[in-house]
């Protein structure tokens, strides 16, 4: 029989789980009230078009996520754990037009992570696998 503590501490995973859960569930909702879906990786929304490359990758790689920017735009990211914890964010502001942002993983530890890149008007987010 699993001791006090023991079923306490699963509790918690699960209650995180869920949250995360939750969280992406509400996210891919307010997502899909604004944005047209290219492919599975890409994303395009009112003033942000977005494509995810790749979205498994060995650990120490980095993730690519290539931005089309409709005008100059300040654009927010964050990457969250599986159990909803930040492990980066990064805001700067990109000019209209193309441009890349490179997010080394180096000191990701393995696992799944939601990323979030956002603007005023759009939001995308796309799971990625670090193995």
Same mark, same amino acid.
């Given at each position: 029989?699993?001791?006090?503590?023991?079923?306490?501490?699963?509790?918690?995973?699960?209650?995180?789980?869920?949250?995360?859960?939750?969280?992406?569930?509400?996210?891919?909702?307010?997502?899909?009230?604004?944005?047209?879906?290219?492919?599975?990786?890409?994303?395009?929304?009112?003033?942000?078009?977005?494509?995810? *490359?790749?979205?498994?990758?060995?650990?120490?790689?980095? #993730? @690519?996520?290539?931005?089309?920017? +409709? =005008? $100059?735009?300040?654009?927010?990211?964050?990457?969250?754990?599986?159990?909803?914890?930040?492990?980066?964010?990064?805001?700067?502001?990109?000019?209209?037009?193309?441009?890349?942002?490179?997010?080394?993983?180096? *000191?990701?530890?393995?696992?799944?992570?939601?990323?979030? #890149? @956002?603007?005023?008007?759009?939001? +995308? =987010? $796309?799971?990625?696998?670090?193995?």
């Amino acid at each position: 029989m699993p001791t006090k503590i023991a079923m306490m501490s699963m509790i918690q995973k699960i209650s995180s789980l869920l949250l995360l859960f939750v969280f992406a569930l509400g996210t891919v909702a307010i997502a899909q009230q604004s944005q047209d879906v290219l492919s599975a990786n890409s994303y395009a929304g009112d003033d942000l078009e977005v494509e995810w *490359s790749p979205t498994a990758i060995p650990s120490g790689e980095k #993730v @690519s996520i290539s931005i089309n920017m +409709s =005008t $100059e735009n300040e654009m927010h990211t964050e990457f969250r754990d599986a159990l909803g914890e930040k492990v980066f964010e990064f805001s700067a502001t990109y000019p209209e037009g193309a441009s890349k942002l490179h997010v080394h993983t180096d *000191s990701f530890e393995p696992g799944v992570y939601v990323v979030r #890149v @956002s603007t005023d008007n759009s939001t +995308s =987010t $796309e799971q990625v696998i670090i193995q």
